[in-house]
């Protein structure tokens, strides 16, 4: 009869030292997907001072509210490098303008913010001015538009839409 016994294994030096690269390689993938992820989704808005913003949001809610009972409608077009902006009254009508300027907000990286003024579209007089329009072409994704039209108002009619870009033009 034959006995043989085997020997136990031994942990060694390099058993541990795979262990702890192991260890470390799923902490260092695990974080850098969800870094990768965060920064693919995130669309957050960012302002300064949130003890500010939260101070002016009764304020800008009773502005919100006399801008929607005027009942008017702003058109954004963006195509071919041109971005064209009009409002028009409930009734259909369009409504003169003095100016428009834009911001181009990306939802999460400011330094890709462009602002933007339009000028009086080809064919409206200076007086009374229905369309303006620019030269631009912003980078295809989502976007938050900040439009103010000079409409003659006490303050601008302020128009914000998150916009989808796709091969420069707006979806």
Not at 29 to 44: D, E, I, Q
Not at 74 to 103: C, E, F, N, W
Request: net charge positive.
């Amino acid at each position: 009869m034959s006995t043989e016994t085997q020997k136990p294994r031994e942990f060694t030096g390099r058993h541990m030292l795979i262990s702890i690269i192991a260890f470390f390689a799923v902490v260092i993938g695990v974080n850098a997907t969800m870094a990768t992820l965060a920064r693919k989704s995130w669309t957050g808005l960012v302002v300064e001072n949130t003890y500010v913003a939260s101070q002016q949001f009764n304020e800008e809610a009773r502005k919100g509210r006399a801008q929607a009972a005027l009942g008017w409608t702003g058109k954004l077009t963006i195509a071919s490098g041109d971005v064209r902006y009009s409002l028009v009254d409930s009734q259909g009508k369009p409504v003169p303008l003095h100016g428009v300027r834009m911001l181009f907000r990306h939802p999460a990286y400011e330094a890709e913010d462009e602002a933007l003024t339009l000028a009086a579209a080809s064919g409206d007089s200076p007086v009374n001015t229905r369309e303006f329009a620019a030269r631009h072409a912003p980078k295809d994704g989502v976007w938050i538009v900040e439009i103010d039209a000079d409409a003659g108002l006490t303050s601008p009619f302020r128009d914000i839409r998150r916009i989808m870009i796709v091969k420069g033009a707006l979806q």
